[in-house]
């Protein structure tokens, strides 16, 4: 009997501790909307942002028309088009097996 007893003990101790958390979090979050000006930025990594608050503007900020826009990405260069057909590439050296037996052992 003395083990279950000692069990049911260690098991409203980590109860309490839940509710205290758990009130904690509560009381937190009643406050949190209050204290806090802003939403939490983050970067394109997922990192928070450290903003300081007497630095950010009062408007949402525009884009600037005189900033040049973003240069589209390169795109990817294509294969020769010219009209002249492509030489045939050259066979394999003798004795390759193009399509081995994958169930071959190697020699």
């Not at 003990?9 to 979090?25: F, H, R, W």
């Not at 204290?35 to 997922?46: C, I, L, R, S, T």
């Not at 088009?81 to 045939?88: A, F, G, S, V």
């Amino acid at each position: 009997m003395g083990f279950m007893d000692k069990a049911k003990q260690m098991a409203d101790q980590a109860q309490k501790k839940l509710d205290e958390v758990q009130s904690n979090i509560n009381q937190g979050q009643q406050q949190g909307p209050q204290q806090d000006q802003g939403a939490q930025k983050f970067d394109a990594h997922g990192r928070p942002i450290q903003v300081d608050p007497q630095a950010q503007p009062a408007t949402p900020a525009q884009p600037d028309a005189t900033e040049p826009a973003a240069p589209a990405p390169a795109e990817p260069e294509a294969e020769q088009t010219t009209d002249e057909p492509q030489p045939p590439p050259p066979p394999p050296p003798k004795g390759v097996n193009q399509t081995p037996d994958p169930f071959k052992p190697l020699q």
